[in-house]
């Protein structure tokens, strides 16, 4: 990995996935922002210029807060990124940095045409790394998607914290095909000078056209390993240890609540009906996923299955062939588990390209974090409103 000293930020390219090193010093003089960008020391919004008119935009994040799962996608380029209203008691807009003011204003501008779009400065994106304060260089980005619509890229969404619910924005962004952004252009934007002489040609293109180009990323191996398919931290399997013991003496119930996942994974999912038990003891479930928009749409059926298993317990061989069998021609397939999908059975399915998609553990906190739910307290409790054995 590319690791940037100290003392050669204020010269420096930036290189996708490279290291910009801070200080040693111990207080605020160590931020490597700073010398790199000609921009404040602190915050996750940083800027150039003004609110009536900025030259640039830094974005820095931890990756690590449970509440608002900031998250780089490498293999699509969609970066996700949370506003700066995380505590309750004041307005979305309130913030006492702006920075969801910022938002509104950059994805309203890209929404007005070429005219908007040329009000947009460059957007840079940095992720903390936990050494020091030492940062890495997530990408140039733009707001927006090629599959998002204009009302999906940026929302409010709810959150409920110490009793009180309030609202933050969830921002989605395209991480450029650039892998280096050069000092020169760097240096023009600091300068003040003519932003697109030296400027990478995808951000080129996206400013006079608006199409995304976004760095895609294949995985080396297209299957991943049972770490990979765990909680990234203790909160998260805390709550899969919930969610596990709540279903575990009643496991077909465990279907509802997939089923539920599913709908928070593929919102134009539809008509989800949870059948009758087998005689395995489980239950089946088939639904409709609608491709495409409102009457120019098609659906697509699927089927799934549900495994509430425990950590040292995984999806293997027979339980992956059992829901191959069963989709019928131009369905798909979706496993959920509490657990992980051994090795044998991951690979199997992605070599023979079968159309499964796998969601695992560490899928199940993403998506229930997306949803609002950070912890075992706020999951217990939803599970005892949503899914208890009443329900």
Known sequence: ??????????????????IYEGGRRGNAGDDPLGPLLKVSNSGGFRYRGNMDCFSLIVLTTGMADPDWPDEMNRETGVFTYYGDNKLAGQVLHATPRRG??????????????????HRIPPILAFANTGNWRDVEFLGLMVPGTSELKATEDLVAVWHTAAGKRFQNYRARFTVLD?????????????????????????WRLWRDTGQHRPLRSARSLPWRSKIEQQPEDDDGRAMIAAIHAHFAPSPHRFEHFAARLVELLLPNAHDIDVTRPSRDGGRDAVGKLRVGREDISINVDFALEAKCYGQGNSVGVREMSRLISRLRHRQFGIIVTTSHVDQQAYREIKEDQHPIIVVSARDIVR?????G????????????????DDG
């Open 373 to 388: 739910r950070s912890d075992r307290k706020s999951v217990q409790a939803w599970l005892d409103m949503e899914f208890s």
């Open 367 to 371: 998506l229930i974090r997306t949803d």
């Open 1 to 18: 990995m590319t690791t940037i000293s100290f003392s050669e930020l204020a010269g420096a390219d930036l290189q996708i996935d490279a």
């Open 100 to 117: 969801n003011e910022i938002l509104r204003r950059v994805f309203e501008d890209a929404h007005a045409g070429t005219e908007g779009r």
């Open 178 to 202: 650039a892998g280096v952004v050069s000092r020169s252009w760097i240096d023009d934007i600091i300068r003040g000078n003519d932003l697109l002489e030296r400027a990478p040609p995808a």
